[in-house]
């Protein structure tokens, strides 16, 4: 049986191990100098495991938080939680370009534990990349990668008031996806 690890550094960084069998975990930190790795601690992690301990750092601009994970092949997600200064939807696809990345996919329900979690212990509503805005009701990446997952809300998406075509990571859902109108300011989550 596959195992899910988290690790929690004391700097900014995580990294959760679920990649074939291995039982080997590591934690990775971004800084000027690249990534290097920290050894620190292991624990089985779902999604309530992400929520009760302090693994993603709390301070308003974090640094990329990644994650390994996939049965077959090993991937690397990494993201950056932005919750400081709110934005419209397509003023945080520009600031996740400046920061090296695009704005976040979630494939699969281990990322989506992840950023879910980070969103519900700040309490802060992000968005994310998925958006309907070409056609209605087809839900497409803006990174143009296909979409394979999701995680809506009960009654989302509602499309309320016949104008939401931008989706965000409900914090009150404890991150769960809202369709919400792009003019709307939020935080952001990029992935790269």
């Not at 990534?35 to 601690?41: K, L, Q, Y």
């Not at 990174?143 to 989706?167: I, L």
Request: glycine content about 8%; aromatic content about 14%.
């Amino acid at each position: 049986m596959l195992r899910l690890m988290i690790i929690a550094a004391m700097s900014l960084a995580l990294t959760v191990s679920f990649c074939g069998a291995s039982e080997e975990s590591t934690v990775e930190k971004f800084d000027d100098h690249g990534w290097t790795d920290v050894d620190n601690f292991t624990k089985e992690a779902r999604r309530e495991d992400f929520e009760a301990e302090s693994v993603v750092g709390v301070d308003r601009v974090s640094r990329w938080q990644c994650i390994y994970h996939g049965t077959s092949t090993c991937r690397r997600s990494c993201f950056f939680f932005y919750t400081g200064h709110h934005y419209t939807w397509h003023q945080a696809i520009t600031q996740c370009k400046l920061h090296g990345g695009t704005l976040a996919t979630i494939d699969d329900a281990v990322e989506d534990a992840f950023i879910g979690a980070f969103s519900y212990r700040q309490k802060s509503t992000m968005w994310i990349g998925l958006n309907d805005r070409a056609i209605e009701g087809i839900w497409k990446w803006y990174s143009g990668s296909k979409v394979e997952y999701f995680n809506w809300a009960a009654r989302q998406p509602d499309n309320w008031r016949g104008n939401e075509d931008c989706v965000e990571i409900w914090d009150r859902e404890k991150g769960l996806w809202n369709d919400r109108k792009c003019t709307e300011k939020r935080g952001y989550i990029c992935k790269k």
